[in-house]
């Protein structure tokens, strides 16, 4: 009766009915769009089949998976792992060796986290000029005269470049960008900068690749220098963490969206900012602010080749089952901060010596047990789809978009998913058993919630949100923002470099480096971040003239 009506076919109906079934294919990926980014078939995302069928051996081993290739000897090795930490951590908790953790009648186990002790130290506040506030121009010419950053900014075209403008220029632009202010208010309220010079400036130099290596230019810098791995707690280790940052949008934006909780009835986005144990800020990117944050983890650990992170810490957004599996691939130990992690199930190989018994057994037991034949028929994918990653032949967010566009679960994301269940179990057993873990977690996750206040101090001109409209754009100011926390945290450096040079007494300097291990180097009260003010009798005048 829909679709006809007193014996006439109503072809308008038909239609909106075909549009329907279509949509709905195109989410389950019945129907795949060959030009689409965000639709087209996975394996269009991958390295081809044929391809990786022909020249296996060698993707795994240049993505470095030549240890995963096969299955059964990983799931094996897997099985010994779980029980052992099994064993461990419930032997410890029935010994007394774990006074944070209980059991309540539910299963459920809350876990606490007493903060460390504060260990008495000088503060690196009274190490820092104290009368002379440093201006952040002065700041930028200095770290550029240490690293030479600038030199980065090259322009677009190869041929017909003209004569690069002043240094005085780009610092100019960096911080019309980093700091919200926009070029034409920059350039009216700033002295010996042209409004013209300014906007071609920006239009020629400034591209998301030569921001992102300006950055790394000083990441490299302070990456060879003694006095950051202060903070390493091991020599060979690297922590890590990531974390999103609502940010308005005053300008319409396809990439900005409703967030409720964060903007109120405004549109936003997310800022994803990547840190490590040393205060160096080696990646971000631009979301939006309805987007998991999750997806885009891994795109932080694979962008940067200068920062190497050995563990990666998130909040609950940033964390998945799928995200625990492919960085477990990867390489990389997946710490985050998961909330109500005492309701998580946890899991067990069903032929290992870990089984499900009744509520009233002390210490943790597995919910359920792992599905190894879904792990299994799906590892040869697996394998292709990390190797992808691995190689940078597609990004981990796109893959992760389309495997998430399905409206019914892709096989290799189930597979993905079913494996993760491995070590984000092995994780939370370590978590709740290790309180040096657990603190260490706490810390680092510190860092970026530290480095998001910076952000908001640096980002001044306009409320914290950004002017511009496309990603790339906002992409763009978020990278000169973060241009701009690299180059103070790298002059806080050097000049605790220098301050520890100065004397040769022994006890003095023993003090400094304990006042820097015990304190954060994140610190920008001595800088001027407000610009300077006017006051001569000149620019006293009546502008109405009445």
């Keep these: 009766m829909i679709v006809a009506q007193d014996g006439k076919f109503r072809v308008s109906l038909y239609k909106a009915l075909l549009y329907l079934a279509v949509a709905d294919a195109v989410k389950s990926g019945v129907l795949n769009l060959l030009h689409s980014e965000k639709y087209r078939s996975l394996d269009d995302y991958m390295i081809p089949k044929f391809d990786w069928d022909e020249n296996r051996d060698e993707y795994l081993q240049r993505a470095e998976l030549t240890s995963y290739s096969d299955c059964q000897a990983t799931l094996k090795a897997l099985l010994q792992a779980v029980d052992f930490r099994y064993e461990e951590t419930n032997s410890r908790f029935m010994a007394g060796d774990n006074p944070f953790l209980t059991f309540r009648n539910n299963g459920t186990f809350p876990v606490s986290t007493p903060k460390l002790e504060e260990v008495d130290s000088l503060s690196l506040g009274g190490i820092f000029p104290e009368r002379k ?26 041929k017909n470049r003209h004569t690069k403008p002043a240094k005085k220029v780009f610092f100019a ?32 130099y400034f591209s998301l690749a030569n921001i992102q290596s300006a950055n790394d230019r000083i990441l490299q810098f302070m990456d060879k220098m003694e006095i950051p791995d202060i903070y390493r707690n091991q020599a060979d280790q690297l922590h890590t963490s990531s974390d999103g940052q609502k940010c308005g949008v005053s300008v319409d934006s ?57 563990i990666h810490s998130t909040d609950t957004h940033g964390y998945s089952e799928v995200i625990f599996a492919s ?41 359920r047990y792992i599905n190894e034949e879904i792990t299994s028929v799906q590892w040869d994918e697996m394998l292709r789809f990390i190797a992808t990653i691995r190689l940078k032949i597609t990004t981990a967010s796109q893959l ?31 978590y709740a058993d290790d309180l040096e873990f657990r603190q260490s977690i706490e810390k680092q996750l510190n860092k ?34 973060r241009l701009i926390k690299n180059t103070l945290i790298c002059w806080n450096y050097l000049y605790l470099a220098k301050e520890l040079g100065k004397d040769n007494n022994e006890e003095r ?24 003010y006017d006051f001569s009798d000149e620019k006293m005048v009546d502008s109405i003239g009445l």
């Design 400 to 430: 992760f978009r389309r495997l998430n566009s399905y409206s019914k679960q892709h096989p290799l994301y189930k597979a993905l998913k079913e494996f993760g269940k491995i070590p984000k179990t092995l994780f939370i057993l370590k």
């Design 327 to 367: 960085t477990f691939l990867l390489g990389f130990t997946f710490a985050p901060r998961i909330k109500g992690l005492g309701r998580q199930k946890l899991y067990a190989f069903r032929n290992g010596k870990t089984k499900i018994t009744g509520q009233d057994t002390q210490g943790f037991q597995p919910a």
């Design 173 to 204: 632009g960096i911080m019309a960008y980093g700091c919200d202010i926009g070029y034409r208010k920059l350039a009216q309220i700033s002295r010996q900068i042209n409004e013209n010079e300014l906007d071609n400036t920006l239009n020629w």
């Design 254 to 310: 396809l990439n900005a969206n409703y967030s409720f909780k964060y903007l109120g009835k405004d549109k936003g986005v997310s800022v994803v900012s990547f840190i490590d144990m040393r205060q160096m800020m080696w990646h971000s990117t631009v979301i939006s602010s309805a987007e998991r944050e999750a997806a885009y983890v891994i795109d932080g650990l694979m962008h940067n080749d200068v920062i190497k992170s050995d």
């Design 133 to 158: 506030y440093i201006p952040l121009l002065e700041a930028l010419a200095t770290v550029d005269n240490a690293t030479g950053f600038l030199e980065e900014f090259e322009h677009w075209q190869m």
């Design 509 to 532: 300097r023993n003090e400094l480096i304990e006042a820097i291990r015990n304190d954060s180097v994140m610190r920008w009260s001595h800088f001027n971040l407000q610009g300077e």
């Design 448 to 481: 970026v919630e530290g480095s998001n206040k910076l952000s908001k101090a640096i980002s001044l001109g306009n409320d914290h949100a950004f002017s511009q409209g496309e990603k790339e754009d906002q992409d763009i100011a978020e990278g000169c923002r």
